[in-house]
């Protein structure tokens, strides 16, 4: 099996601090800077995988550094530079404690909230008479927050962050605004693919000088959900399931093999064979969202490389 990487623990000149998260860990150089190291994890239902997927990382950088390019026009975001396939360098910024989910159609979650009876999802209105897939009128912005205990995400409205002053209603705004720009842009690009963009989250954070910038991720298959465009509508009027490309395959395995990160639930064991079938399908979708090839990096040993990266691009702003 290839080489991933899971865990990192790297000392960089002027380092502050480490945040690990379930995917990516983050570097604070000197409280100006933040180097952001993609790994190979793989998260689902807020449980990461006992087994990294190759190349995962370097995907899912690479997807989210072209798409900050392709947006950066409409929307500023915090990137300045991509030393490694794996390393995405930009500014320390202040995050929102609110993930901006947006969704053009009912899918993933708002399709198990609606199937479940309701049709109010973070104070939105769901139409009536809907089906699994379908898209909605508009797309609906349905915000998630991190527990207060634990890592979970929990649904809220946007009247809840305001009132709780979690982001300011002035602030709240920009975000919403930003939101829809990037989803149409988002869109655009997959149309251009022959791809439906059908959800998808974005985070935002402010820079020292209080600006409002995008953060972490963008349009990789971590933090949204495609659908092949060729054929949608033939299989929505069947009743089929949609083609998609994005990481709700892997939840649909471990929901047949009977987990969905509940309590008491056991990890189903991930064969080689299904990490290697997992790790084709990122490939697939880079392919397919950016019309590029993949090539793959050097992973002899992928620890080395970054650091030495990372060590070479702080030499040269430090100096």
Sequence with gaps: MSKTITDTNFNFPNQKSVYKGKVREVYNINNEQLVMIATDRLSAFDVVMPKGIPYKGQILNQIATKMMAATKDIVPNWL????????????????????????????????????AGKRLLCG???????????????????????AEVGDHDEDISREEIIAKGIVSEDDYKVLEDYTRKLFQRGSE??????????????????????????IDEIHTP???????????????????????????????WLIAQDFQGLEGQTLPEMSDEYVESVSSRYIELYEKITGERFVKADISNIQERIEQNVLEYLKTVQQ
């Excluded at 690009?189 to 954070?205: H, M, P, Q, W």
């Design 189 to 214: 690009i997959a149309a251009s693919r022959g791809l439906i963009l059908v959800d998808t989250k974005y985070e935002f954070g402010k820079t020292k000088e209080g600006k409002i910038v995008l």
């Design 222 to 252: 971590d933090s949204s959900r495609y659908f092949y465009a060729d054929g949608y509508q033939e299989r929505q009027d069947k009743g089929e399931t949609q083609k998609q490309l994005s990481k709700e395959f892997v939840r649909q």
């Design 80 to 115: 300045t530079a991509t030393p490694d396939p794996n390393v995405a360098v930009g500014l320390l910024c202040d995050p929102f404690k609110v993930e901006m989910v947006i969704r053009g159609y009912m899918s993933g979650h708002a399709a198990r909230e609606y199937k």
């Design 124 to 146: 939105v209105a769901m139409p009536e008479g809907m089906k699994e897939n379908d898209k909605f009128p508009e797309p609906i912005i349905t915000p998630a927050t991190k």
